[in-house]
């Protein structure tokens, strides 16, 4: 079965340093996703991103964040100056078109100290 | 805001025993899909329930949607030791992302 690839599976930075998440989604999908899980949290939608631009961002999406698809293949999501609460587990998904669940990636967890 | 808020936060029961979990939110929506995270690791999406829906199956899950009342439930039947996660409702509406509750946290114990 397709999988959304994730890498690195965990990431430790240090406070003010630059970050870079990769996902891959999987190939025939349009629609694509970064979501965070703050431990022992909910789930928070970060960003969605369609026909390479982002399509809808959340309040938590703010200029230390950024997504880029490089190369048609790979979802980035960067954070310039992390902080100590952006300690948590990213998650990338994508899916295809309505009707269907989407499909998560087993996450990165970044731990900023 | 659109929000699934499920309920009871956690639920304990023994193994074969049936597990309930119900999710209320707040505006129309799409559809409500439901998904598992063992701990520490990613979420899988096991149902989607349209709008239109009342009731569907898979395996040994049954879930439910009442559009009236704006809320779900999710039965898994004979529930195993592996069943023990965290399990969450998200909806769906328009073009907007899926929104996930906070999860109800099942232990199901042999």
């Known amino acids: 079965e397709p999988e959304v690839t994730q890498t690195p599976s965990h990431q430790v930075t240090q406070m003010g340093q630059e970050v870079i998440l990769r996902c891959v989604p999987i190939?025939?999908?349009?629609?694509f996703y970064w979501y965070r899980q703050i431990l022992g949290q909910k789930v928070e939608f970060l960003v969605s991103?369609?026909?390479?631009?982002?399509?809808?961002k959340s309040e938590i999406f703010d200029d230390q964040f950024s997504v880029e698809r490089p190369d048609g293949s790979n979802f980035t999501l960067k954070i310039r100056s992390t902080k100590l609460e952006d300690s948590a587990m990213y998650f990338c998904?994508?899916?295809?078109?309505?009707?269907?669940?989407?499909?998560f990636g087993s996450g990165t967890r970044l731990t900023v100290v | 805001s659109q929000q699934g808020e499920e309920d009871p936060q956690a639920l304990s029961i023994q193994e074969g025993e049936n597990a309930t979990m119900n999710c209320s939110y707040k505006?129309?929506?799409?559809?409500l899909q439901w998904y598992r995270q063992n701990s520490g690791r990613g979420l899988v999406h096991l149902i989607l329930i349209r709008s239109n829906e009342r009731e569907k199956h898979s395996g040994r899950l049954r879930v439910t949607l009442d559009t009236s009342k704006k809320s779900s439930s999710l039965l898994i039947t004979a529930s195993r030791a592996a069943d023990t996660a965290s399990y969450f409702c998200a909806t769906h509406s328009g073009n907007t992302p899926l929104v996930f509750g906070k999860g109800t946290r099942l232990s199901v114990i042999a």
């Open positions: 505006t129309s929506i799409n559809n």
């Open positions: 190939s025939n999908h349009l629609y």
């Open positions: 998904a994508s899916y295809r078109d309505r009707g269907n669940g989407y499909t």
């Open positions: 991103f369609y026909n390479n631009e982002i399509s809808e």
